[in-house]
C-alpha cells in the first residue's frame, strides 16, 4: 500500500490522504476493476 501512496502522490505532485486511496482501491478491487486484492493491503494490477 504505502508503494501505492507513493507513487500517487509523486504522479500528481503533491499529497494525498491515505484514507482517499485505500477507498478507491476497496471500491475499484471488483471484478470489473483494474485492480486485484491479493491480501490485507496488498493489492496488484490485472
Not at 494525498?16 to 476493476?33: E, F, H, K, T
Amino acid at each position: 500500500m504505502s508503494d501505492i501512496h507513493e507513487g500517487v502522490e509523486t504522479r500528481l505532485g503533491g499529497a494525498v490522504a491515505a484514507s482517499s486511496i485505500r477507498s478507491y482501491l476497496r471500491l475499484n478491487s471488483n471484478a470489473d476493476g483494474q485492480f486485484a486484492k491479493v491480501g490485507h493491503g496488498v493489492y496488484a494490477l490485472r
